[in-house]
């Protein structure tokens, strides 16, 4: 078991054996090139590495690599690996953050089993923070792990967007780590709440986040399909709420998804401003060479959609499946 700091890859940082810590980020941009250096380290230390970010496409992790110098032509076979979206966010339930979290533990003890000399992890878990059971699950589980973790050759980086997320809710996350970086520098956490501690109070911290509106439900939701994005809007979708539709949309865009599913399921009006979003994100998207379909529009929807013809240059179908299958074409 290694003894000496775990060179984290950015910023000439080094951490304890044993560390778990967050790392919180105000645009996507400054949690990509750190994260990527991260793992590649760990490659080069010849450490086990799995990258759990939920957001990430699966082959978008390997091009990001290589643009830092990882060799993954020369990596040990299972050295290396990536979990999709779709087997860390399966559904935003309690039940699907207990699997996900069942999932990491898993993939984790199987790197002591096989005689890993250290394993890294970087995670994300974002989705399931739009839930509120499912976030009681991950707190609970991101307070265990420091057990889990303690004296063990493990090194786990969480990251946190702070632009997506309630500032008292980040605040709640970032409460289980004993480590905090910015990626510049990495701190001990002077609030951090050891596992008991932090147990004991989650449910009247669930109360103290509802009473700050940090779990009022967004306008739209993160939610996977497999390994394919789906965004889930509201009631209504227009010049207020489109925003927050289109700006997840390039967030995955941004994270090398090419195709993207939109739920209309719930949405019982759309106006102008709606529409536009919707015709921007598939814009965008066929000029990076994939394509938009839209999921199970309402009445009201589907007769703006032929009113306008969107239907004729965006598939829109009945079923999630459908519509997943419909970006291939």
Known sequence: ??????????????????????????????RQAPLF????????????????????APDF?????????????????????????GRLVPGLTCEAARTAIDLLDSVIESSFKKGWRATRVCTSFTPFYQSEVALAEMLAAEAKS????????????????????????????????????????LTQNDSYLDPSTMAEAIPE?????AAAGALAPP????????????IRTGDEMDAYTAPRVEELAQWMMDTGHRKLV?????????????????????????????????????????????????????PVRRLVGEAAAATEG
Request: net charge negative; aromatic share 8%; charged share 25%.
């Open 1 to 30: 078991m290694p003894s000496e700091p775990v060179p984290l890859g950015f910023s000439g940082l080094a951490a304890p054996v044993g560390s778990h810590i967050a790392f919180s980020y105000r645009r996507e941009a400054e």
């Open 37 to 56: 250096a991260f793992i590649a380290a760990g490659l080069k230390n010849h450490e086990r590495c799995i990258a759990a970010v939920a957001e990430y």
């Open 61 to 85: 992790w390997r091009r990001g690599l290589r643009e830092v110098g990882a060799d993954l032509e020369s990596v040990r076979e299972a050295q290396l690996e990536i979990l999709t979206p």
């Open 146 to 185: 420091n057990d889990s973790l303690r004296d063990e050759p493990v090194t786990m980086l969480c990251t946190f967007p702070e632009h997506r997320l309630h500032p008292r809710l980040i605040e709640a996350c970032l409460n289980c780590h004993p480590f905090l970086t910015n990626g510049e520098a």
């Open 205 to 209: 911290l669930l109360r103290t986040l």
């Open 219 to 230: 306008f739209a939701l993160l939610d996977f399909y497999e390994n394919m994005p789906v």
């Open 262 to 314: 939109i739920d209309l399921s719930v949405t019982t009006f759309m106006d102008a401003a709606s529409i536009s979003a919707l015709i921007r994100i598939a814009l965008e998207l066929e000029k990076r060479g994939g394509r938009l379909a839209i999921y199970d529009p309402g009445e009201i929807p589907r007769k703006i959609f032929t009113l306008i013809k969107f239907h004729e240059r965006v």
